[in-house]
């Protein structure tokens, strides 16, 4: 059974750009926002760390000044903020790569409604590319930021699998992704490949808030260039 363009372009509108847009405006508004908050969470963990240590009850020989308190609590707040923010990256991370697989899952499922006599392809992008050339004669590789997608499809095998194929294709094209925000603009600090072992604990792999609203942008285009696609076709059926 075919469907109209027309259809197509109601079922990005209705169901496609809503979600993509809420999955993007989430990350946004609750977990982006955690960077600028990491130092003040670690700042409370030391203070209170140093109120309990100093509450803590001493022999009559005691001759402290506060000063090992202050040393132990410093040690615990710096502690904290080092799994705070390899948590808060890491997690970053994954909703980085979320994105790709949200993206991706919407461009096959769009297939689903005209895939009754025409099988549909897997979830898989490629797959996906090459049934929309053959089906929806459209070629996605056409869309003008098809290099994002690209780029956050990498992006996304490399923080679920660490090195490989796809770490060593996104460190040619974003080298920068490999290396500390904090660090990457400092001049005193060379600039060296270090390996990729834990993306998801936080370690190797930086995505920044800048990247992911950039991917985010590119997926939402993405969507409303197959908008203008299926509106200039809209009473032809697909698939073909």
Do not use: C
């Not at 790569?97 to 993206?103: E, P, Q």
């Not at 297939?111 to 549909?120: K, Q």
């Not at 800048?210 to 059926?237: I, M, P, S, T």
Request: proline residues 5%.
């Amino acid at each position: 059974m075919a469907v109209a363009g027309s259809y197509i372009v109601w079922r990005i509108r209705l169901g496609v750009l809503p979600f993509v847009r809420v999955y993007g405006q989430w990350v946004d508004e609750h977990i982006v926002p955690l960077a600028s908050r990491l130092t003040a969470m670690a700042e409370a963990v030391e203070k209170q760390s140093y109120d309990e240590l100093m509450s803590q009850p001493v022999g009559e020989d005691y001759s402290g000044d506060g000063s090992e308190e202050a040393e132990q609590a410093f040690d615990i707040g710096l502690s904290f903020y080092e799994h705070i923010s390899d948590m808060y990256q890491g997690t970053l991370n994954l909703f980085a790569a979320g994105l790709f697989h949200v993206t991706e899952q919407q461009l096959a499922n769009l297939t689903r409604d005209g895939a009754i006599d025409i099988e549909g392809p897997d979830t898989k992008l490629q797959h996906v590319v090459d049934w929309y050339k053959q089906h929806f004669q459209i070629d996605l590789a056409q869309f003008p930021s098809w290099s994002l997608v690209e780029e956050l499809r990498h992006l996304a095998n490399t923080t679920k699998h660490a090195e490989g194929s796809s770490e060593r294709q996104l460190r040619s094209i974003r080298p920068e992704l490999f290396q500390n925000p904090l660090l990457r603009n400092d001049p005193h600090i060379p600039s060296f490949q270090m390996p990729v072992h834990l993306p998801l604990g936080g370690d190797g792999l930086y995505v920044t808030g800048d990247d992911f609203r950039k991917y985010h942008k590119a997926a939402l285009e993405l969507f409303d260039w197959l908008v203008e696609f299926f509106e200039n076709h809209g009473d032809q059926y697909f698939p073909r």
